[in-house]
């Protein structure tokens, strides 16, 4: 059986994003540019009002907005068991925050594993909705971003922007 791959693409202010899903749910989000994004293959179907992608499109845009920092879609990303523990655990770091790779080993329950773990975050498909930009190294340098440094840059300070208005709420 072939696995029937969806894909839209929308401009954000830090460039266009591609999204593709299956019928599971959504697959990947990548910035045009992406080291690691999968080239878009001739046998994916353009297709923008499927229903993940829709709501994955109409979430981007609320949080680009300052009015959504979480995200509630249906993920179906492929990866090791490994790097779905990497990416569960980065999941769960607020907007506005910022994790180590060591502390994300650890939370991950890989304590000691802070290169494997930084690994598997350079490998996260779903970049924003798995927040991998809030990772950065011990010595709070900002270390390496598929969609690039000055995107990983500007999504952190889009989140304490944000985050600093709704605390003064």
Same mark, same amino acid.
């Given at each position: ?7 839209? &693409? ?17 697959? %990947? ?10 080239? !878009? ?24 907005? %300052?009015? !959504?920092? !979480? ?25 506005? &925050? ?13 304590? %000691? ?23 950065? %190294? ?20 889009? &989140? !304490? ?9």
């Amino acid at each position: 059986m072939t696995l029937v791959v969806r894909y839209a &693409e929308q401009p954000t202010p830090l460039g266009k994003l591609r999204f593709t899903a299956t019928a599971a749910g959504l697959t %990947g989000i990548a910035f045009e540019g992406d080291r690691y994004a999968p080239p !878009r293959a001739d046998a994916w179907i353009h297709d923008p009002a499927f229903p993940v992608l829709r709501e994955a499109a109409l979430q981007l845009d609320a949080y680009f907005a %300052g009015r !959504r920092s !979480r995200f509630e879609l249906a993920l179906a990303a492929s990866g090791t068991p490994f790097q779905q523990r990497v990416w569960a655990a980065i999941a769960s770091v607020p907007a506005g &925050e910022t994790l180590s790779y060591a502390e994300l080993a650890q939370r991950a329950g890989c304590p %000691g594993s802070a290169r494997a773990a930084g690994a598997a975050t350079g490998r996260n498909p779903l970049a924003i909705v798995v927040p991998c930009h809030r990772i950065i %190294g011990s010595d709070g340098s900002l270390t390496g971003y598929a969609g690039g440094l000055e995107r990983k840059r500007a999504l952190l300070a889009h &989140e !304490r922007q944000f985050a600093r208005l709704a605390t003064a709420a």
